[in-house]
């Protein structure tokens, strides 16, 4: 499997994603906003769009979809319950669904809501296994739940689904957000050396350049996946005193979230 990350050089930090079979040169993309610079890393890289994968129906992720379908005849794949908002969708997805791309490549298609209630993330299985989330799990964070969104049910796909895929696996958002989700969880945790030390390594690089974190790196620094550690929910506390002194993990969760959205 070739992965290509395309940094769209926006206000929103958008992140696109070409996904290419070795053999054929075949490729998806995922969530395309600027179709230009999408169809522009895909020729320059040789290959052939065939497929596009919307992981949630909000326009940032959608708006090249017309733009790329011209230009390639691809097809749009994204949620069956996104697929009436986002329009001129070819194959709705469920739980569990195959994403087939020339001969080498296999992705999951992953039922994730919370960011939205149809939002679904790729899982691509093997030695090297990589999860392409959208606006579900970010570098360091989670999506908020602004529009059209849930916390609980961002928080029931964090613990029954995310936290359970393979350490090794590579994390690919829809937006680079690194430094200022670091910059959360050290308020949150302020002895967090792994944090430290990522926040210093996220500014370092521009974000076309970025680096691709791992399940094990966002477990250690990523405070949506840290809700038992006791300096978290102890400083939480002093917001939200309806907590209590042993919170559950879900009252946690849903509070953080509260608090980022106006941090």
Not at 127 to 146: I, K, M, Q, S, Y
Request: net charge negative; with cysteine; charged share 25%.
């Amino acid at each position: 499997m070739l992965v290509e990350r395309i940094w769209a050089a926006n206000d929103l930090r958008n992140f696109h994603y070409l996904i290419a079979c070795s053999q054929t040169g075949e490729a998806l993309l995922i969530d395309p906003l600027d179709a230009r610079r999408c169809l522009e890393a895909a020729s320059k890289a040789g290959y052939t769009v065939t497929q596009i994968l919307n992981t949630h129906e909000h326009l940032d992720h959608t708006a090249g979809n017309a733009d790329v379908v011209k230009a390639t005849g691809a097809k749009v794949l994204a949620h069956a319950g996104a697929a009436s908002r986002i329009g001129g969708v070819d194959r709705g997805l469920a739980r569990g669904d195959v994403i087939k791309v020339g001969r080498t490549v296999e992705l999951e298609a992953l039922d994730t809501p919370g960011h939205t209630r149809s939002h679904v993330c790729l899982f691509a299985h093997g030695d090297a296994p990589a999860l392409f989330c959208g606006d579900t799990l970010f570098n360091a964070g989670a999506g908020n739940c602004h529009h059209g969104g849930d916390p609980g049910m961002l928080y029931e796909t964090f613990v029954n689904q995310l936290a359970k895929l393979p350490d090794a696996t590579r994390v690919y958002p829809g937006h680079e957000y690194m430094a200022r989700n670091l910059a959360f969880t050290l308020d949150r945790e302020p002895g967090n050396g792994d944090a430290v030390h990522a926040l210093a390594v996220a500014r370092a690089h521009d974000p076309e350049t970025a680096p691709v974190t791992t399940m094990a790196e966002e477990k250690r620094v990523n405070a949506f996946l840290r809700l038992q550690n006791p300096e978290i929910v102890a400083r939480l506390r002093e917001q939200f005193p309806e907590l209590g002194e042993k919170p559950d993990a879900r009252a946690v969760f849903v509070k953080l979230r509260e608090l980022r959205n106006r941090w």
